[in-house]
């Protein structure tokens, strides 16, 4: 099977076509022909062969890639042949270069890398993950960042495009007089799922650091495409919050495509087949199979098909046609039984959701009321206060710790 050619000049004109269009791109680090296949076809902009990826694909968190289990340049070689290149026709494939591996000549092994078809070169695993007396340690034997700052400089030699990590302002200066096309602030090892580093930075200081470092980017190259990658970025919605009021041109994830939706699918399919938890849309669309025989059934379902869609626009009508009942027959009933009516449960319910989001992540109050239903933040914030006694402002100020 013959490997598609990428030009850089093409790629990175297609890149900035996608930011242009969509406003922003997305890579994918793959650790599987799977994940790599499906991030495409989801419309991905690049895909990133790391080492940590499979990793990933054995259960174990990425930061295993930074032990000496295997050698983490033939590896990302071997998967990135048989599985990632074979697998996809449209988009380039980056090959995560360990700069640092004292068993390669760089020059050379960047040059095999082009030859063996992949369009790009990504420094990773990086010494930027690592601190303390253990990185000193390592800089004493010349195994430094310097090296993968070489690698990106190479690769540009070469023709291919080169994505790099960086930490701080000072590399990410190293990283544009080295000519990298892409600069990525890289946050950290992913949080959220089951595995991933404790530490978590806030999405607010994770912002703060990204904007600093891509401030003296556009200083010296306004042009270079500016993403961010890991750390507390782990949703839409987080990454949409880094987006706003910056100049980043997109997001790189790993973990955040590949494990934590694995576990997430995996653990709620088992449930499901299992049946010895309540999975609760399963056992929604099994009620609607087989009937309900009480009314404690009709007025269960509507309190959980709210739970679940409490985010989207929905009203009585529609579950009314769900469940092949009269509107006014299940609003009487719902009203009767609960105490309130649908309406009131729903905006209760969405308020109280509001304030958990608040307490979870601090998000600004405008995002907080996309996540709850409500585009209108005006409306959001009069529907609260109507309900509260206080605008949204007043109430957490005045009934939640900032601590």
């Given amino acids: 099977m013959s490997v598609p050619h990428f030009e850089k000049d093409q790629i990175i004109k297609q890149l900035k076509k996608q930011i242009k269009i969509n406003r922003h791109i997305i890579g994918v680090a793959a650790g599987s022909g799977l994940t790599a296949k499906y991030a495409e076809e989801g419309g991905a902009d690049l895909i990133l062969a790391l080492s940590s990826g ?19 340049n033939d590896k990302v070689m071997e998967f990135g042949l048989k599985e990632l290149l074979p697998r996809i026709n449209k988009i380039p494939v980056i090959f995560g270069v360990m700069a640092t591996d004292p068993s390669i000549h760089l020059e050379n092994f960047i040059q095999q890398v082009k030859e063996k078809g992949f369009a790009g070169i990504n420094n990773y695993p990086t010494v930027g993950l690592i601190d303390g007396k253990y990185r000193e340690a390592l800089e004493e034997q010349g195994i430094s960042y310097k090296q993968e700052v070489e690698s990106i400089s190479i690769a540009n ?8 990590f960086v930490f701080n302002k000072e590399q990410a200066i190293q990283m544009v007089n080295s000519g990298a096309d892409v600069i990525c602030v890289h946050l950290g ?13 806030s999405l607010q200081s994770a912002k703060i650091l990204a904007q600093e470092i891509f401030d003296v980017v556009t200083e010296r190259n306004p042009d270079i495409i500016k993403m961010v990658y890991g750390g507390p ?3 839409p919605v987080d990454v949409q919050f880094i987006y706003d009021g910056t100049n980043i041109d997109g997001y790189i994830g790993g973990s955040v495509f590949e494990r934590i939706p694995a576990e997430q699918v995996v653990l709620q399919v088992t449930e499901s087949f299992k049946k010895t938890n309540e999975v609760r849309y399963d056992e929604l669309i099994e009620k609607i199979i087989s009937g309900f025989s009480t009314i404690d059934d009709y007025i269960d379902f509507i309190k959980r098909y709210i739970s679940l869609h409490y985010k989207d626009e929905i009203s009585l ?15 009487t009933l719902f009203k009767k039984n609960v105490g309130v009516s649908f309406t009131d449960y729903l905006i209760d319910f969405r308020l109280n959701r509001a304030l958990e989001i608040y307490q979870e992540k601090r998000l600004p109050l405008t995002i907080i009321a996309e996540l709850v239903g409500y585009q209108n933040y005006s409306q959001f914030s009069k529907i609260f206060k109507k309900r509260k006694g ?3 402002r007043e109430f957490i100020k005045s009934n939640i710790t900032t601590s």
């Fill in 54 to 72: 499979l990793f990933r694909q054995k259960g174990l968190s990425s930061l295993a890639a930074y032990l000496p289990f295997v050698n983490s």
């Fill in 157 to 164: 030699k070469f023709g291919l495009l080169t994505v790099a």
């Fill in 189 to 201: 090892l992913t949080t959220g799922g089951k595995l991933g580093s404790k530490h978590i930075q």
């Fill in 233 to 235: 970025v782990n949703k």
């Fill in 317 to 331: 009508n529609e579950i009314s046609e769900i469940l092949h009942v009269s509107r006014s027959h299940l609003s």
């Fill in 390 to 392: 206080k605008s949204p």
